[in-house]
């Protein structure tokens, strides 16, 4: 793998104290989630909302006993969390994997929130050579110890790719000459169909909604996986393994 991140820290480090997150913020700490008391008003509270729409960030609203259950201390209604990894852009790694010759395969999470599910997917991925992970900023899962432990250690090898505009970031990626493939149940096609020896950005989603429909309507090629047994789903990560096996197979064949 030739694009690895380099873990920073051991586990998510919190910030609490209204100052304190923003300067956190302020200081280009990597922000996994950030919490604010829900009907909280102040100016020191207002200053904190601006940068958080300065930097692109999101904050969930929370009752006063969420942010109790985080921190017995003092929080004056702001806790956050520092990631344990250095996100990358996408923009930054497609023109890396050209210009080293290779054929893009990125993986793209569309609101996969299981902790678990993110380290096994990224632990499949990693071990299959796919060059990045894209998730969405707000709806995805945390990148936590726990995420960290089920990966085996791979989210600190491969490069995880945060973006505030998901659908923006899927044309993106599109434009940028990878084709589209969305594994859903929406289609009469295999996964078997599409050529993945292309570049290509294989999307899953959520095992409760799915893949959205704006990046369904732009995709390339739908695939699903065959199922002959009377449960009709897998495993969203046991999911992911078998397209991203099947682009593997093709590449290697």
Known sequence: MAFHSKPVRESNQMVFGIRAVIEAIRSDKEIESIYIQRGISGGLMSELKALLGEYQLTAQQVPVEKLNRLTPKNHQGAVAFISPIVYRKIEDIIPEIFEKGEVPLILILDSITDVRNMGAIARTAECAGVHAIVVPAKGSAQI??????????????????????????????????????????????????????????????????????????????????????????????????????????????
């Open 144 to 253: 936590n110890p726990d995420a960290i432990k089920t990966s085996a250690g791979a989210l600190y090898k491969i490069p995880v790719c945060r973006h505030a505009n998901l659908l923006q970031t899927v044309r993106f990626i599109q434009e940028s000459g990878l084709q589209l493939v969305c594994c859903t149940e929406k289609t009469n096609d295999y996964l078997y169909k599409p050529d993945y020896t292309a570049p290509t950005a294989i999307i899953m989603g959520s095992e409760e909604d799915g893949i959205r429909n704006e990046i369904i309507r732009i995709s390339d090629h739908l695939a699903k996986i065959p199922m002959f047994g009377e449960i009709e789903s897998l495993n969203v990560s046991v999911s992911a393994g078998i397209i991203i096996y099947e682009a593997v197979r093709q590449r290697n064949a």
